[in-house]
């Protein structure tokens, strides 16, 4: 594992300030596959994306839906809790779709895994109300997020909770980097109608931060 870090990390100082970065918010072609692979092995990426799906309690016949699901790795770990239900998974890259779709065939091949090619503010879903959903380290790529989580809210029953993760990965990041990163991100929650809000962190450097709220119950 360690040498695996190590072989990534060599990758990433030798590939960021040659326009790598750019890949990781518009994965595009041969260059954008390379991101895909790097988020779905990075261990801290996959750490994350676990602890998040572990925080939003998913049962086994909940109704989920990610938005920005990279390459795949929350999905599956979500569709492993929601043997019974369904995990919708919606993504602006096709490179990142493809991904996640050979990381989840078996679960696409029984009808508990749906992939969505399509950018978030034009998105456009039937299968819900969802019990739950998810986002990681993309609400800040959002055009207009509070009108977004507005939407999002509306896919949402009743009771239903929304997760929201960030990283920061900007250079020099630290813990206040995070803790105002949460601040923001429960902000715009307020502001889009959730409530019971709750804010959790994980240890990793620098540490990710995770903010859940509710819709109104009935």
């Known amino acids: 594992m360690k040498i695996k870090e190590r072989v990534l990390g060599r990758i990433l100082r030798w590939w960021g300030p040659r326009g ?12 954008g596959h390379v991101a895909g692979w790097i988020m779905g092995r990075r261990s801290s990426n996959v750490a994350r994306n676990r602890w998040a799906v572990r925080l939003l309690d998913v049962q086994p016949t909940d109704r989920v839906i990610e938005l920005g699901c990279g390459p795949g790795v929350a999905i599956a770990a979500l569709a492993t809790r929601a043997s019974r239900g369904l995990v919708v998974g919606v993504d602006h890259s096709q490179v990142m779709i493809r991904q996640a779709r050979h990381r989840n065939r078996p679960a696409i091949r029984t009808g508990r895994v749906h992939l969505v090619h399509t950018p978030v503010e034009n998105l456009s879903i039937s299968e ?14 959002w055009p207009e997020p509070t009108a977004r989580l507005r939407e999002l809210a509306r896919l949402l029953r009743p009771g239903g909770r ?57």
């Open 20 to 31: 790598g970065l750019a890949q990781f918010h518009q994965p595009t072609g041969a260059v």
């Open 128 to 141: 819900g109300p969802f019990d739950a959903a998810l986002a990681v380290n993309t609400v800040g790529m």
């Open 162 to 218: 929304i997760a929201l993760v960030s990283q920061p990965r900007c250079p020099g990041a630290t813990a206040a980097t995070s803790a105002a990163a949460a601040q923001e991100l429960a902000g715009r929650l307020t502001e889009a109608g959730f409530e019971r809000l709750r804010t959790e962190m994980l240890d990793l450097d620098p540490p990710a931060t995770c903010v859940i709220g509710y819709v109104a119950p009935a």
